[in-house]
């Protein structure tokens, strides 16, 4: 699908969580934007999380913007994957891909 | 964070609710905002223990308890905010405050456009202000005078198309821009397409849409101001900041053009405050000058638009025609 149709989000700013925010963009670039509470120590480590699920799902066109509280790896690939389902009103998800 | 906290919204016409957080914010030494239309609140048990509301794309009356602070009762009050403006289709969502909230809302995602002397700061969850300065930016025109007139024109008079005529003769290119809000008695759309109109005989002048970048001082929120003696310097002062560290310098403006304000003293000290703040030497952008023009008079009295509304509220029309233009007298009789 390469695009995604709408804005979109998902997820909380309390601790130990992220909000995510997705929009679609013309050009053909995955623009992050990664504001992070844990910045020092796994900024890098998120932003190539963010960039591996982006290209899993097969999105190349989108901006992403992360508030990250603290999250563990796997709250922000499951609040990132929510925002992409809802961005594209995905009604038949393939839980095996995600 | 404590388990018996919970949460809940309401919106304004749950008056018992809404007297609550008016009673909680006074006691932490806030005014109650007016026109809130969503609120948020937290609860220990029966007790309020933070608050805040939504007012149109405005988040306002964010608040926590002195001794509730510090356990993230605000984040969890602004994800519901933020929730509830997203699922009313607002995405550009704006908070003024006093600067030391700005690192407290910077962990929300908003980013701070501008802070005034430590005095008043106005901040933006998105990019939009970036977004806004790249198009105006497309609409820039070469000259050594490039003029800019913000006005309200509610309605559009003689007053006003004697102030553009002059502006424009004076500068190579004017920008003109018309405050966008609909709490005025003529709605934006009325009021920019009557601007747009009286000014079709100029040929250097481009009319803008204004943007939530020229801050009317009706949607200025004033509740978490002490001071109220100084309301409009301070909404003067952000108003004109923005303006000039922003809108400015993306259309190279280098005049502001004004009428002078015989009657009302807040627009005279309005004034007095633009030629301060945008003449100022020291800014971080380019001083703008401030050019004064003479009010257009008609028997005596200076044009004013709150002149016309007195005479359209008797209906003199014969009255009217002398101070507005055409385009504006064929509107009005058709209202």
């Known amino acids: 699908m390469n695009k995604i149709k709408k804005r979109a989000y998902a997820g909380t700013l309390e601790s130990s969580d992220a909000f995510i925010e997705i929009e679609p963009i013309e050009e053909d670039e995955i623009r992050i934007e990664l504001q992070s509470s844990v910045e020092e120590m796994y900024g890098d480590d998120i932003r190539d999380l963010i960039a591996k699920v982006i290209k899993e799902m097969d999105i190349s066109y989108i901006s992403v913007r992360v508030q990250d509280k603290g999250a563990l790896d796997y709250v922000i690939k499951a609040r990132l994957q929510a925002a992409i389902l809802r961005a594209n009103d995905d009604k038949k998800i393939k839980w095996d891909k995600l | 964070m404590d388990s018996s906290v919970s949460f809940s919204d309401f919106d304004f016409t749950n008056a018992r609710r809404v007297k609550r957080v008016e009673k909680f914010l006074n006691t932490i030494g806030l005014d109650f905002p007016s026109s809130i239309e969503n609120f948020v609140i937290a609860k220990d048990g029966n007790e309020l223990i933070a608050c805040g509301g939504l007012d149109g794309k405005v988040f306002k009356g964010i608040a926590v308890a002195p001794r509730r602070r510090g356990e993230g009762l605000i984040l969890s009050i602004m994800t519901r905010l933020i929730n509830i403006a997203y699922s009313k289709g607002i995405k550009d969502l704006f908070i003024f405050s006093t600067p030391n909230n700005i690192e407290l809302f910077e962990g929300c995602g908003f980013k701070l456009i501008e802070n005034c002397d430590n005095e008043i700061m106005l901040m933006e969850n998105n990019d939009n202000l970036a977004n806004y300065k790249n198009i105006l930016t ?21 007053g006003h198309q004697y102030l553009v005529e002059q502006a424009a003769k004076k500068s190579d290119w004017l920008h003109l821009f018309v405050v966008k809000e609909d709490l005025s008695e ?14 079709s005989h100029i040929s250097n002048v481009t009319v803008h849409e204004g943007s939530d970048y020229i801050i009317s001082n009706a949607t200025f929120p004033t509740y978490f101001i002490k001071d109220k003696g100084r309301i409009n310097e301070l909404h003067a002062k952000l108003d004109l900041m923005v303006f000039r560290n922003h809108l400015a310098p993306a259309l190279g403006i280098t005049h502001r053009f004004v009428g002078t304000e015989p009657y009302c003293v807040v627009t005279n000290n309005y004034n ?64």
Do not use: C, H, W, Y
């Open chain 2, 138 to 158: 497309k609409e820039r025109r070469d000259g050594n005078v490039i003029g800019s007139i913000v006005m309200n024109a509610n309605p559009f008079t003689l």
């Open chain 2, 186 to 199: 003529f709605k934006f759309k009325d009021r920019f397409e009557l601007i747009k109109k009286g000014v």
């Open chain 2, 272 to 335: 007095k405050n633009m030629k301060k703040i945008l003449e100022d030497p020291d800014g971080k952008s380019n001083p703008i000058e401030v050019v004064e023009i003479q009010r257009v008079e008609k028997e005596g009295r200076a044009i004013s638009a709150s002149r016309v509304r007195e005479l359209l509220r008797v209906k003199k029309f014969d009255e009217l025609e002398k101070i507005v233009p055409a385009t504006t007298m064929k509107f009005l009789k058709n209202m």
